[in-house]
């Protein structure tokens, strides 16, 4: 299994750098983790985002889609596309530190 250093830790990731381990996140990894993605800086609404994914990660297992996103996160489709433009769902959750969401190709 891959494994790189995000903010002086080691993490194991999948081939796509994706945890595969989410309790090994933190919330010092996510600056590092956005830069990585081409996010400067993390606003707000990023950390809304962020811990939505979490939370919705450990209560059921995945993360949301996009559309779940948009409905119950309290960021909009439009915003979540202007905060992470290259796909919200799956650069969210590589930056939340969790798994790939389903229905994410």
Known sequence: MPTKTVAGTTVEVNDEG?????????EEMAPELAE????????????????????EFEEKGTGPTVRALGKTSGVTVKELYQLFPKGPAKIAARV?????????I
């Open 18 to 26: 994706f945890f595969t381990d989410p309790s090994q996140w933190t």
């Open 36 to 55: 990585a993605e081409g996010i400067d800086t993390l606003t707000d609404p990023h950390w809304t985002v962020i811990r939505f994914m979490r939370q």
């Open 96 to 104: 939340a530190g969790i798994p790939k969401p389903r229905g994410c």
